[in-house]
């Protein structure tokens, strides 16, 4: 079975700072890769489909890359709205345990 | 604007099926392309991907949980439906019905708000 391996678990900062999470595969996934954002009491939110596709709405600061096995996802500056937990999926199926990213 | 909403018990005892339903309103259930999924979040921990079903029936099973689930879709109600068999403490979650699009490359574009089920004697 694949598995999703996110990184870091959390992260701390600030409001203007360029962020990166990553996630690997367990084997290739091809761009098979996808981002959400999750507040808490809401809905999980898509960000980003295929790896690197801006779903419809998202701001422009969110941004993904990666293709077989190694993914990132890049804020480019953080919004007071960002601050949130941030899973990856390979699509159609598992989920990576999640990024909490915090204010510093 | 597709919704959509789950719905069931919120308690459910132990050892007990968990029963679930989603309900597709703005959209058929029946479109082509789409699939329909349970996720769901424990107390505390992350998204766990429970499975997936297509309108003519086909299933998709999370491997670790795929001897306790079922999935079953009605077409003429709209709706699809999850059965978590023998349940414990640790099935206490906020579940969450979603949409699967192929046009997004299989991602879960639409969610349900969530609906918290605890299991407890």
């Known amino acids: 079975d694949i598995q999703m391996t996110q990184s870091p678990s959390s992260l701390s900062a600030s409001v203007g700072d360029r962020v990166t999470i990553t996630c690997r595969a367990s084997?290739?996934?091809?761009?098979?890769l996808n981002w959400y954002q999750h507040k808490p009491g809401k809905a999980p939110k898509l960000l980003i489909y295929?790896?690197?596709s801006l779903q419809s709405g998202v701001p422009s600061r969110f941004s993904g890359s990666g293709s077989g096995t190694d993914f990132t996802l890049t804020i480019s500056s953080l919004q007071p709205e960002d601050f949130a937990t941030y899973y990856c999926q390979q699509s159609y199926s598992i989920f990576g345990q999640g990024t909490k990213l915090e204010i510093k | 604007q597709l919704q959509l909403q789950e719905s069931g018990p919120g308690l459910v005892k132990p050892s007990e099926t968990l029963s679930l339903i989603c309900t597709v309103s703005?959209?058929?259930?029946?479109?082509?392309?789409?699939?329909w999924g349970w996720i769901r979040q424990p107390p505390g921990k992350g998204l766990e991907w429970i499975g997936t079903i297509y309108y003519t029936g086909s299933t998709y099973y999370n491997p670790s949980l795929k001897s306790r689930v079922t999935m079953s879709v009605d077409t003429s109600k709209n709706q699809f439906s999850l059965n978590l068999s023998s349940v414990t403490a640790a099935d206490t979650a906020v579940f969450y019905c979603?949409?699967?699009?192929?046009?997004?490359?299989?991602?879960?574009?639409?969610w349900g708000q969530g609906t918290l089920v605890t299991v407890s004697s």
């Open positions: 979603a949409r699967r699009s192929g046009e997004l490359a299989g991602a879960f574009d639409i």
């Open positions: 295929a790896a690197s």
């Open positions: 703005g959209g058929s259930i029946s479109s082509s392309g789409y699939y």
């Open positions: 084997q290739t996934i091809s761009s098979y």
